[in-house]
């Protein structure tokens, strides 16, 4: 018998991260990415990562790969 509901996704994004904002605070990241044209979701992300790789933190990292080189932040 078959099961009901969505087949699962490989590339799906599968956390979700409640973040808050001011009026003013939101205001600007809507504008922001209306300009780029992209959902506010995605340009959080984007910015996101973008922050973490220029501070030199890896944003691909397994947690249980042993082979895996880990840097260690302070």
Known sequence: MATRGR????YAKRKNIV???QHVEFNAIKD???KQGKPIST???ELTLSYL???GVPTSI???N???LK???D
């Open 62 to 64: 397994a947690p249980y």
């Open 53 to 55: 790789e220029a501070e």
């Open 32 to 34: 922001y990415a209306s």
């Open 19 to 21: 973040v808050r904002f």
């Open 43 to 45: 340009m959080i992300r």
């Open 7 to 10: 087949k699962p996704q490989a």
């Open 71 to 73: 840097i260690e932040v």
């Open 66 to 68: 042993p082979n895996q």
